[in-house]
Each structure stands twice: as C-alpha cells, then as structure tokens.
C-alpha cells in the first residue's frame, strides 16, 4: 500500500523558512518523481499550481518561476524522503502544499503539471502572516 506523507507546514512571519517534507513507501520504484503543487487563494478552484519537482530517475529538478531562487528540492535517498526548503517565504505563498508521486518519468516540460501525477498525499497548511 503505498503511502506520501508530508510534514513540515506552519505559520511563518514574511520573509521567513519552511522547510516540507514527503516520505513516500509502498511504491515499487526508488526513483519516483516527486512533485510539490499548493492551492493558493489564487489557484483556480479544482487546479494546483506546481512549484517544484524532483526527479528520481536522473536527480533533475524544476521550478515554478514565482519561486525560482526561494524553494529548493531535494531528496534523502536513504530514507525516500524529498524535501522543499522554502527561503524568503511571501504573504502570497500561504496556502495547502501538496506532495505528488509519479513512477513515470516526469522531468522536462510536464514537471510541474499535476495530470502527470498519480499518487498525492494529504496536504500540509503553510501560512505566511506578520
């Protein structure tokens, strides 16, 4: 039974960090791609924007252009664990940050559309207030 469980959300003051994480099991491949997308009050109801992508099968990585040089993904190979480390965090970056697995290769244009995503996990709430 597979399993994406995320961790790390919470209420951070602008211009601050976060840092998220994703420990996935029960897959049967090592070397998933593993996407990070959020709902925003801006996101359009239904969708996810995708922020960033990590992708197992060669260690590529992509990001959204909103948060090119503040977020940073990597994984713990050791432990399935990728991780989104949030630096400068905004007031517009609040919302629910989601984890996302593919066992297809995901790197390249598609990175960070949510359709090429099977498995999601439940969601982790990130607030960014003074």
């Known amino acids: 039974q597979w399993q994406l469980v995320e961790s790390g959300g919470g209420l951070v003051q602008p211009g601050g960090s976060l840092i998220l994480s994703c420990a996935a099991s029960?897959?049967?491949?090592?070397?998933?791609?593993i996407g990070w997308f959020r709902e925003t009050r801006e996101t359009p109801t239904g969708e996810r924007e995708g922020?960033?992508?990590?992708?197992?099968?060669?260690?590529?990585?992509y990001y959204s252009e909103s948060v090119k040089g503040r977020f940073t993904t990597f994984r713990d190979a050791a432990t399935n664990t990728v991780y989104l480390h949030m630096k400068r965090l905004r007031v517009e970056d609040t919302g629910v940050y989601y984890c996302?697995?593919?066992?297809?290769?995901?790197?390249?244009?598609?990175?960070?559309?949510?359709?090429?995503?099977?498995?999601w996990g439940q969601g982790t709430q990130v607030t960014v207030s003074s």
């Open positions: 922020v960033s992508c990590f992708e197992g099968k060669d260690g590529s990585t």
């Open positions: 996302a697995a593919a066992e297809n290769y995901v790197g390249g244009f598609y990175a960070l559309s949510m359709n090429e995503y099977r498995y």
């Open positions: 029960g897959f049967i491949s090592d070397t998933l791609g």
